[in-house]
């Protein structure tokens, strides 16, 4: 089923997926289009993207990804979304104490990017404190023992809150329809049968509230199950630990322009923002998992105060990150410790396409899997393929609705993607005394 360009259109979920997803039905000529999101503002608490930064790399070991990337880039450079993007470079390197999987894994992106003629003369190998120090002067107090790997130009990093603000506050002005908070926090996708299964007719809240429409886009991140139960273990409700530095203004100023510095073994972090002096670091990780016991399903917690706080182990690794690397910060604490809830697939695949026996009239859109924001400019133009095709499927098979095999474990793979070091932890196995999961 395929919507005309003057009927009204639901997209449940004002994170980026979401929002791209505005930018692109809106360039292509839809005039009716409505978002839902249970957060009282955009950037929604409840998306992925709602935070200070993150990293727009190019090189990858997938062809797919990292061509789509580069257009990805070329896009982030257009008048709409440049303010919001810093090509500064990316330092990407291992520790001098690093585990094999983790300099194998550098090394395949080092190999990605060097074979790309539109990469190859942005890079320079990193091979010594010395090397690191010429790159970037801020470092040359800094002991980066051990560390070595590759520096590129051409990558850097998006501010994602901002990015989400501005185009929430464009499409609003060119008329799509924002219904936020209580209003807008929806409990479920309205059927009603027909002759071939069911056909989505609108949308209803926890309130009560009926949106009657033909076409729901569903776009909720690591919330899809809750609304799409039949995703089943395609997805993961995974998370990884963010935390930040309070700089004063003259140290901000002093960090300005530093690229994104990023030890595989021991995490990553950005140039403080100018606005808040806040320094953003994560650590790296298998990420932790919120599984339900009856299901073997990961969903996020419900409450955000349930993700408020930075893991024992990965405060640890963070700290001996800043050491080796900011090390005039050694003992500055962190502050706004918090887990980043995503939606996480096993090949890390994004999922764009129509849920089955839904007549056409439910779309899903998940699987940001770690590394989705950096496609927020072109991401809504998969989503457009999709309602255009003449086929009416969607055109790449890697993003198509897969039926994994049913299993009685649950629905993780840790570390077997192959970017990631470690494997997943259960959230209650490291939450706070005193707090429930799901």
Request: aromatic letters at 10%; one cysteine or more.
């Amino acid at each position: 089923m395929s919507v005309s360009q003057s009927e009204p259109i639901l997209i449940v979920g004002g994170g980026a997926f979401g929002l791209s997803t505005v930018v692109h039905l809106l360039r292509a000529g839809y005039k009716d289009i409505t978002v839902l999101d249970k957060d009282e503002e955009i950037p929604s608490r409840w998306s992925a993207a709602n935070d200070l930064n993150k990293i727009v790399r190019a090189e990858y070991e997938d062809p797919l990804y990292q061509n789509l990337t580069v257009k990805a880039i070329e896009a982030w450079q257009t008048p709409l979304f440049a303010p919001h993007f810093h090509q500064v470079g990316f330092l990407h390197c291992v520790s001098g104490k690093a585990p094999k999987e983790a300099l194998d894994t550098l090394n395949r992106f080092r190999a990605a990017a060097e074979r790309d003629p539109r990469m190859r003369s942005h890079l320079s190998p990193l091979d010594s404190q010395k090397d690191i120090a010429d790159a970037v002067w801020q470092y040359k107090d800094s002991a980066f023992p051990g560390w070595n790997g590759y520096f590129n130009r051409f990558d850097g990093y998006a501010h994602s809150g901002n990015a989400l603000k501005s185009i929430f506050l464009a499409t609003r002005a060119q008329g799509v329809k924002y219904i936020l908070g209580a209003a807008g926090a929806v409990s479920e996708i309205v059927y009603e049968k027909t002759s071939s299964g069911r056909k989505a007719k609108g949308v209803k809240t926890t309130g009560g509230l009926f949106y009657p429409s033909n076409l729901v886009i569903i776009s909720v991140g690591a919330a899809g199950a809750k609304l799409v139960p039949e995703i089943g273990k395609q997805l993961v409700a995974k998370s990884w630990s963010v935390a930040h530095l309070h700089l004063t203004d003259d140290e901000t100023s002093a960090l300005r322009g530093i690229p994104v510095t990023y030890a595989r073994d021991l995490g990553f972090f950005f140039e403080p923002d100018p606005k808040t002096n806040l320094l953003k670091l994560c650590p790296m990780g298998g990420g932790f998992i919120n599984t339900d016991p009856k299901t073997g399903i990961s969903h996020a917690p419900t409450d955000l105060k349930q993700s408020a706080f930075l893991p024992e182990g990965d405060e640890k690794q963070l700290r001996e990150l800043v050491r080796q690397t900011l090390p005039q910060f050694a003992d500055r604490p962190f502050v706004k410790k918090t887990l980043c809830w995503f939606a996480d697939t096993a090949d890390s695949d994004f999922i764009i396409d129509y849920v089955p026996n839904t007549s056409s009239s439910v779309i899903f859109l998940s699987g940001d899997s770690g590394h989705g924001f950096k496609f927020f400019p072109i991401f809504g133009g998969f989503v457009k393929d999709l309602l255009q095709s003449e086929k009416g499927e969607q055109p790449e098979a890697r993003w198509r609705w897969k039926n994994p095999k049913t299993d009685e474990g649950k629905g993780d793979w840790g570390g077997a993607v192959s970017w990631r070091l470690g494997n997943s932890t259960e959230l209650m196995d490291i939450q706070p005394v005193g707090q429930t999961n799901l």
